[in-house]
């Protein structure tokens, strides 16, 4: 494990978070170098983008929990429950009646 991998758990206090944080500042070091040249220090400007895109992630998983929180508490999440059918459809006979037909599940056949 680099430094920069030591630096980064220490500083957010997550392996995860650091190891994913180390990687995307790689990759975006390789397309941001070839365009603009490496810098006058590397080392650096890694620990320093991995730092940032850490502590993003972390917001962005602070912000996600406090919306799903919200969201729980509001009453807006679905019942699992299943709902609950019966086997009669009720149909409009010709003077607006309602008559029920009943289907069986298993015909016999006739």
Same mark, same amino acid.
């Not at 490496?38 to 400007?45: N, Q, S, V």
């Not at 969201?71 to 429950?81: F, V």
């Given at each position: 494990?680099? %430094?920069?991998? *030591?630096?980064?758990? =220490?500083?957010?206090?997550?392996?995860?978070?650091?190891?994913? @944080? &180390?990687?995307?500042?790689?990759?975006?070091?390789?397309?941001?170098?070839?365009?603009?040249?490496?810098?006058?220090?590397?080392?650096?400007?890694?620990?320093?983008?991995?730092?940032?895109? %850490?502590?993003? *992630?972390?917001?962005? =998983?602070?912000?996600?929990?406090?919306?799903?929180?919200?969201? @729980? &508490?509001?009453?807006?999440?679905?019942?699992?429950?299943?709902?609950?059918?019966?086997?009669?459809?009720?149909?409009?006979?010709?003077?607006?009646?309602?008559?029920?037909?009943?289907?069986?599940?298993?015909?016999?056949?006739?």
């Amino acid at each position: 494990m680099g %430094a920069h991998c *030591r630096y980064l758990i =220490r500083l957010v206090g997550d392996f995860d978070v650091a190891e994913e @944080a &180390a990687q995307a500042a790689f990759t975006e070091a390789v397309n941001q170098w070839e365009s603009d040249g490496i810098p006058d220090r590397p080392r650096a400007w890694i620990i320093r983008t991995a730092g940032y895109k %850490a502590i993003d *992630r972390l917001r962005r =998983r602070t912000k996600l929990t406090e919306k799903l929180e919200w969201y @729980a &508490a509001s009453g807006l999440i679905p019942s699992t429950e299943e709902p609950t059918y019966d086997n009669t459809c009720r149909v409009l006979g010709k003077r607006g009646k309602k008559k029920p037909l009943t289907f069986s599940p298993n015909p016999t056949p006739s």
